[in-house]
């Protein structure tokens, strides 16, 4: 038991001796004495908790493309994604419109088509004619050349038929008797009957007519609306009138 004593007191000395430093070093009394024993102290910084040198920051090998394609998803889903851009409001544009330029002769419906129409970036233009009566004549038929027109023309004064002539322009029409033009095909209706109550045979009605042009364009409202309102148009005394775009 003596010498189990000892061996404990003689551990108990070795461990005292080690603690306090007697065996070659000295174990730290505090954080200065650590601080003091370290190697250049003065280059130690303290940085708050979670902070990355600047070092290490930089040596941090960049993203690869597919990295850099797979992350992009991720930040376009998260809280702090930048908002995107509001899109461009544009001007609004003018709606299709159909414009009737009408009542033209062929002349006039030329020079819109070469001036104020053709070549206007926007504007789609279809030409049509028209045919229209403009009198109504009541005559007798060519029958016979000259000679035969002036016997009949006797024989219609001693019917009482004053209002006469007979047609001298050559054509379809040359050596015809004339009877009277009117304006409405009523009038026209009127006169035939008196002259058939004066026993007059032969006699009938055709209509002249006038070939009468419109041009029909398409394409936005405003450039329709500039075009009706431009000096070409106005002088033409044409008609101006809406159709279906």
């Keep these: 038991m003596r010498i189990v004593f000892v061996i404990l007191v003689l551990l108990n000395l070795l461990a005292l001796a080690s603690i306090q430093g007697w065996l070659g070093g000295s174990a730290p009394k505090g954080e200065p004495e650590r601080l003091s024993n370290q190697?250049?102290?003065?280059?130690?910084?303290?940085?708050?908790?979670?902070?990355?040198?600047?070092?290490?920051?930089?040596?941090?090998?960049?993203?690869?493309?597919?990295?850099?394609?797979?992350?992009?998803?991720?930040?376009?889903?998260?809280?702090d994604a930048t908002p995107a851009a509001a899109p461009v409001a544009t001007a609004p544009t003018s709606p299709p419109a159909c414009t009737v330029i009408g009542g033209l002769a062929e002349g006039e419906a030329d020079a819109l088509m070469q001036t104020a129409i053709s070549g206007k970036p926007g504007l789609r233009s279809e030409r049509k004619t028209s045919t229209t009566p403009t009198a109504w004549w009541v005559r007798i038929p060519p029958n016979g050349g000259r000679d035969a027109a002036e016997r009949r023309v006797a024989e219609l004064r001693g019917q009482g038929v004053s209002d006469l002539f007979i047609v001298n322009d050559p054509g379809p029409n040359q050596n015809a008797i004339s009877l009277g033009l009117f304006k409405t095909?009523?009038?026209?209706?009127?006169?035939?009957?008196?002259?058939?109550?004066?026993?007059?045979?032969?006699?009938?009605?055709?209509?002249?007519?006038?070939?009468?042009?419109?041009?029909?364009?398409?394409?936005?409202?405003?450039?329709?609306?500039?075009?009706?309102?431009?000096p070409a148009v106005r002088r033409s005394g044409a008609t101006i009138s809406e159709c279906t775009p």
């Design 39 to 79: 190697l250049n102290p003065d280059r130690i910084v303290l940085r708050p908790g979670g902070s990355t040198p600047p070092g290490e920051a930089e040596a941090a090998p960049p993203a690869s493309p597919q990295e850099q394609t797979a992350a992009a998803p991720e930040a376009g889903n998260g809280r």
């Design 185 to 230: 095909e009523a009038k026209a209706q009127q006169h035939l009957a008196s002259l058939q109550a004066k026993q007059v045979r032969g006699a009938g009605i055709a209509s002249r007519t006038t070939t009468i042009h419109r041009i029909e364009v398409r394409g936005p409202a405003g450039a329709l609306k500039t075009l009706t309102s431009s």
